[in-house]
Structures are given as structure tokens and as C-alpha cells.
């Protein structure tokens, strides 16, 4: 949830004209012309591309001819060579292997000499027939250090181009601003290239999130690069304008693998597209994310909660009080989050500096001071009134002067020895450290009855693997934090069954594919709520990329003004009130729903009012989603958005008119209606019920929206006849 402490941002070119492709890549050996050292791999390629030029871009990329040695969608450097020079004489085998989550298909080439062992894990979709996921892994069962392995590319490929300029969607990544994950897009044309990368060892740190959608002319393919650290993704247009080349990876491989050491690439995930709409391809795209990479409640992606809560740094007697009036007054919230500096001797309020809760990181104890009991009594009270507990942790990092870097100094990874400010990073790859860290979190969720964990990450880390990397390997630190990253947080949800995990890392900084499979997003961005603009606009963006994230509405904790509204006099349901509420409706939903004391019945019946419109609306959250006006920051224009269901065929429509816009009126066309049925449309700009009204779907095409005041808002529900 936290700003970056001491580290300082940097800002790296989201796009690059000159990509830097790593050596002996597809991309190099035909854009540098290095055909002496590439040769045979440039023979490959030729082979492979002036195949794949006679089709479209569906075929082959579920088939697994494409596994075969001669065109595999994987390459690397072992031992100095290529390995398009020799796959081809390895030994291969192909096994179905059960993983839990269904079947994966694994093909394992195996070199005679040294008995390396590479293994491509591919998984299909029957309920998505374009789409293929695959992992490769490393394995040393010779009996002595393997040669070197470098420039690992786990994509390795090529698609036909169909000329003229390709175009590459993707997102921001998050650096706490009010451009956050806003959208992106880059126009390359024959022999030029498109780059995207990650930022100091977080996923989706500031440059762009994981994820792109490319497309050449009516096709295109969406991608997610599956890794919670460094990565890279280059895309080349031939000079001919035939062939589009894609290469993706860790930035930095050069590494030796000893005697039975195993490591795994980043997660490839692609999606095949044509038909020229790429708004249907990004929905069917999202579709695929709720289905297989979102956790799941009885085969279907788990309703996000309404969320409420306060700071760690709060005597427990008070959190008790304000759970006990909440209770009281049955006001339907099911999740209570406790946040950062209810450890150690942290003090005060998040921005306090007498003893902030950054520097407790580490003393993963709770306050005497603020729980004298601990925090057991919290969470029994909270379970008995069967409402969730969510409590913030930062196991990873921690302050060289706290209790857990004293006792266990092996345990944590330096950036510089010598400067004892700096936080500590944990090594995940160390199995010690791993289990170490897993059950003190584990102890917590079982001894304080967490059903909610949340992890936050507030430290660099890029700087703390190449540190601990020696030269013959590199990669090898970050490898094993991020894999074991991945089996603590497997370990914790195979132990708890039903703990739900939330994904914090400075907000937004670490949103991918390996983290929302096993995580939620609620704090989405340390840039915060109560910038109404960017609410909006980052609700909007992350709609295609991260479904599973939260909005936090913005009237009754968002603003100075709006502070403790219920003390103030007048009506509860004016439009902008409506409209602050209404922004931050997304998959779960964050309220302040009252305080202790409070009594007032006229705001405790307007509180279970808004939140029984939440629940009204948030099942349509799931659907089909279409933006119907542009992103914009701006406070000069509206905002709408469309949520289709086609199976059920309704919809929702929400509409905000902003707060300087000096327009009354809009006409939205919707996306999706069938224009010779009926639709009943109830449009509602109060809490209250409308009336419904018949309407032809070719009216509702074009569909005419009045709002009288600025800001304010309105709801659309339709229902086919």
C-alpha cells in the first residue's frame, strides 16, 4: 500500500525504435546480420517463417508439432551454441503429466553428453480453443556442473505480418501516479521494432504491465509474460513486412546449473485473434482470465468482498467498537482489514515520524502498546460476528536492526552491506528461509483467524540479486526468490484452505499473470482514491488486464470536505454524493460505512442502501466490458462504461458525468445488442428503483443519456425480451 521508502524511482523508455535484442535471438540474427555466428538458427528460422507465411496465424499455435525440435517457440545459448543448431539431435520424449489443475502436455529434450534436461510444460483450453500456456524448465541430471545456459528466451517466435504498421496495446505499469495503468499503444512498420520491459525487479513497476495485444491488420495475439521480476519483450517487423519476430525472457541469464538443480522461465501465455475487432478479442481475453487465472469459488471467479477497515497503528478497543456498532446496525460488510504498524513499536498515523511502521518491518510482533493481548481477541470477535479478517504483512523485507534479521541474518539478501538504513530482502530461494517465513505467516493466519492475507512489498529488489549473483550465475538469485515467491504463497493456500491472498506491492507494482492465478488486487495503487479522476480512468485500464481488482468509492473517506458525512446535515442522496459512490464500483468494493458512536438512522438506512445497489450491480462486473467514451484524466468530460452478459443477455451500463463538463447530454453507442429484439431498460439516478421502459435494440444503439448536474451519474439495466 506504501510509497517506496529511501530507493528513488527511475524512468525508463516504454518503447524503443532501436530494440536491444539479446545475441543469437530470432531478431538479432536477422536484424544485426550476424549470419556467420547464426547461421543455422537464420536457416531455421527461413524454414519455419516461410511455412508459417501460407497460413493464417491460427494453426500451430496449439498444435504440438509445435514442440518439434526444428521449430520450437523457445531458445536459448548453451555451452556457447545456439540452440537451433542442435535440439534436433537431443533425445526427446513427450508425457501427459496431472498438476492439479488438470493436464499438461510435457516434451523433454535431453542432451546425450551432459544429461541436461529441457522441458516445454504446455497447456491447453478446450473452452479456449486459441489459447495455449506453456513453462519451460531446466534440469541438471549429469553428474557435474552444466556449461553455461544463457539468454534464455522462453518466446522465441514468429507470426506472419499482413503489411502496413503493426500495433502493440498494452498498459502502464504502476509508479503511484495518476497515470497509472493507462493506456498504450505503439505503431511499428517493416524493420522496425517495439520494446517493453520491467523496472528494477517488479513486475509492472512503472514502465508497462506484462501484458500486450498485437496486431497485424484483422489478426492479432494477446500475451501475458508470467514472471514477478525482471523481463523483457521485443517485437521486430521484418524489413519485408512478412514476418512479425517476438522474442520474451528474463533481462539477464549467463548461468551453470549444478547436479540436480531445476529452474523455470517466466510463464508464456498467448491467445490467437482475428475478425479485426480487437475490443471482442481483449474481452474474450479477460473471459479467459476469470475462467483459468483468477482464484475460483465452486468453478467460478470469486465475488470480491465490500471491504472496510483502518490502520494497525489504533488501540484494539476502538477497532472493537467500531466492528461492534458496524454489527450492531447490520450494516452488510464482510471483510475487515487491519493495515501496516500493528507490529513492533511503530506509533502513530502512516505518515507519523515518530516511529513509523516502515522501520518496525521485521519486529513481526504485535504492539503492546496498541494490543496488549495481541491480536487473537480481533480476530475471534470478527469471526463470531462472521466477518473475514484481513491483516497486512511485509514478510520479504525487514530493517537490519529487527528481531527476525537478528536472529536469522542467512535468511535476508544485502544491497549494501555497509549501509545499515537500508532494508533487507529476503532470499525465497534459500529453503530454509522460505519455510522459515511461511510458517511465521502461516502461525499468524492460524493463530489470529486471518481468512485474509495480505502481502505487501515495499523494496527494489533487482539490486539485491545482482549483488548476490556470481558471475557464472546470473539469474540465479532473482530465479529462486521468484519460485519461491510462488510456493510460499501455494503452501499457504494448500494449508489454508479458503484464505484469500491480497496482492500489495507499493500498490500496483507486481500485477501479472503468476500473481492474480493465486492473489486479489485491492490497493491497486499508492497514487490512492481520493484523485476521483484517476479512479476512474485506472478502474477503466485495468479492465482488460487485471479483472480481479478493487475501487474504493470516495464520499465518505475520500476528501477533507466529505469527512465523517454523516455529522453533517442535509440529504445523504445528492448526485455528486451518488457519483462519488458509484465511480469505484469494480469487482469488490472498499467503503468507510460509519464510526463508533454514530446514531443516526437516516444515514445507517442511506449506507445499507448504497451497498445493496453494490450487490445489484456486482455480478454484471463480470461480464463483457466496453469502454464507451475514450480514457481521459480530464474533469471536463464523462465517463461510461459497458458490462455485457451475452449468455444472459443483459447488461449494465454506468455513466459519470464529471465534475467541470460542461455537456448535459451524451449518446452512447452500446456495444453488442441485438438491434431487431426489445429490451427492457430501466435507467436509475437515485438509489430508488426506476421504471422500466420497452425499447428496440437499435434504439439502445444509440443509446440518449441526460444528466442535469455536474457531477453526477446514472445507471442503465437491460434485458433482452
Request: one cysteine or more; glycine letters at 8%.
Amino acid at each position: 500500500m506504501h510509497l517506496r521508502i529511501i530507493q528513488k524511482l527511475g524512468f525508463k523508455s516504454i518503447w524503443r525504435k532501436r530494440a536491444r535484442p539479446p545475441a543469437c535471438s530470432m531478431i538479432q540474427a536477422l536484424q544485426t546480420g550476424r549470419v556467420a555466428q547464426c547461421l543455422l538458427m537464420v536457416f531455421f528460422l527461413v524454414g519455419s517463417t516461410l511455412g508459417a507465411l501460407s497460413q493464417t496465424i491460427a494453426p500451430g499455435l496449439t498444435s504440438p508439432d509445435l514442440w518439434k525440435s526444428e521449430h520450437v517457440p523457445f531458445s536459448f545459448i548453451y555451452g556457447g551454441k545456439p540452440s537451433a543448431q542442435f535440439l534436433a539431435i537431443w533425445k526427446i520424449s513427450h508425457e501427459d503429466v496431472a498438476d492439479g489443475k488438470g493436464e499438461i502436455h510435457r516434451t523433454t529434450y535431453t542432451d546425450p553428453v551432459t544429461h541436461l534436461k529441457v522441458m516445454g510444460d504446455v497447456r491447453i483450453y478446450p473452452d479456449f480453443p486459441g489459447v495455449v500456456d506453456w513453462v519451460i524448465r531446466f534440469r541438471n541430471d549429469g553428474a557435474s556442473d552444466t556449461p553455461i545456459i544463457e539468454n534464455i528466451l522462453p518466446l522465441d517466435w514468429s507470426i506472419p505480418a499482413a503489411g502496413g504498421d503493426c500495433v502493440l496495446r498494452h498498459a502502464r505499469g504502476s509508479d503511484a501516479s495518476a497515470t497509472d495503468f493507462e493506456p498504450l499503444q505503439e505503431n511499428f512498420g517493416p524493420g522496425e521494432n517495439a520494446h517493453l520491459e520491467s523496472l528494477d525487479g517488479d513486475s509492472s513497476n512503472t514502465n508497462t504491465l506484462p501484458f500486450f495485444n498485437l496486431q497485424t491488420g484483422d489478426n492479432g495475439l494477446i500475451g501475458a509474460i508470467g514472471w514477478t521480476g525482471n523481463w523483457k519483450a521485443d517485437f521486430h517487423d521484418a524489413a519485408d513486412g512478412k514476418t512479425i519476430l517476438m522474442t520474451s525472457g528474463m533481462k539477464q541469464t549467463h548461468l551453470l546449473l549444478h547436479h540436480g538443480e531445476e529452474i523455470r522461465t517466466p510463464r508464456i501465455v498467448l491467445m490467437r485473434w482475428s475478425g479485426g475487432n480487437w475490443q471482442d478479442a481483449q474481452n474474450t481475453w479477460r473471459r479467459l482470465l476469470l475462467a483459468h487465472y483468477t482464484p475460483q469459488d465452486n468453478g467460478k471467479p470469486m465475488r470480491g468482498p465490500i471491504l472496510f477497515g483502518s490502520w494497525g497503528s489504533e488501540p484494539i478497543a476502538d477497532k472493537l467498537a467500531y466492528i461492534q456498532w458496524v454489527q450492531e446496525h447490520k450494516i452488510p460488510v464482510e471483510v475487515y482489514a487491519v493495515d501496516a504498524g500493528w507490529y513492533g513499536d511503530s506509533v502513530g498515523a502512516e505518515t507519523d515520524p515518530t516511529n513509523p511502521w516502515w522501520k518496525n518491518r521485521g519486529d513481526w510482533f504485535p504492539s503492546t502498546r496498541y494490543y496488549p493481548s495481541g491480536i487473537q481477541p480481533l480476530g475471534d470477535a470478527l469471526k463470531a460476528d462472521g466477518v473475514g479478517f484481513s491483516l497486512w504483512i511485509e514478510p520479504e523485507t525487514t530493517m537490519p536492526d529487527k528481531k527476525i534479521a537478528r536472529e536469522r541474518p542467512d535468511w535476508f539478501l544485502h544491497n549494501n552491506p555497509s549501509a545499515d538504513q537500508y532494508p533487507l530482502l529476503a532470499n525465497l530461494g534459500n529453503p530454509a528461509a522460505r519455510k522459515g517465513i511461511t510458517d511465521m505467516v502461516s502461525g499468524f493466519i492460524s493463530q489470529f483467524g486471518m481468512t485474509w492475507y495480505r502481502q505487501d512489498f515495499n523494496i527494489m529488489p533487482e539490486p539485491y540479486w545482482r549483488a548476490s549473483d556470481s558471475p557464472n550465475r546470473i539469474g540465479m538469485t532473482e530465479i529462486g526468490d521468484i519460485e519461491g515467491l510462488y510456493k510460499m504463497w501455494d503452501d499457504l493456500l494448500a494449508r489454508h484452505p479458503g484464505l484469500h491472498i491480497d496482492n500489495c506491492a507499493s500498490g500496483g507494482r507486481r500485477l501479472d499473470i503468476e500473481m492474480m492465478s493465486r492473489s486479489f488486487s485491492v490497493w491497486r495503487t499508492d497514487h490512492g482514491f481520493q484523485d476521483t479522476m484517476a479512479e476512474q480512468a485506472q478502474t477503466q485500464a485495468l479492465a482488460y488486464w487485471v479483472p480481479e481488482n478493487m475501487g474504493f468509492e470516495t464520499y465518505t473517506a475520500g476528501f477533507e470536505a466529505n469527512n465523517a458525512p454523516w455529522t453533517k446535515p442535509g440529504s445523504y442522496s445528492t448526485p455528486e454524493n451518488l457519483y462519488l459512490m458509484r465511480l469505484a464500483y469494480d469487482a469488490r468494493y472498499g467503503v468507510t460505512p460509519g464510526a463508533t458512536g454514530v446514531n443516526d438512522d437516516a444515514w445507517v438506512a442511506w449506507i445499507k442502501q448504497a451497498l445493496g445497489e453494490y450487490r445489484e450491480v456486482q455480478p454484471y462486473l463480470y461480464g463483457d466490458f466496453y469502454p464507451l467514451l475514450s480514457y481521459s484524466l480530464g474533469e471536463e468530460t464523462w465517463t461510461a462504461w459497458q458490462w455485457d452478459r451475452p449468455e444472459q443477455k443483459d447488461g449494465l451500463v454506468l455513466v459519470l458525468r464529471r465534475p467541470k463538463s460542461p455537456f448535459t447530454a451524451m449518446e452512447l453507442r452500446l456495444r453488442h445488442l441485438n438491434p431487431n429484439a426489445t429490451y427492457q431498460v430501466e435507467v436509475r439516478s437515485t438509489y430508488e428503483m426506476a421504471a422500466t421502459k420497452e425499447m428496440k435494440g437499435s434504439e439502445l444503439q444509440h443509446l440518449q443519456i441526460q444528466l442535469a448536474d455536474a457531477p453526477s451519474s446514472t445507471l442503465v439495466f437491460y434485458r433482452q425480451k
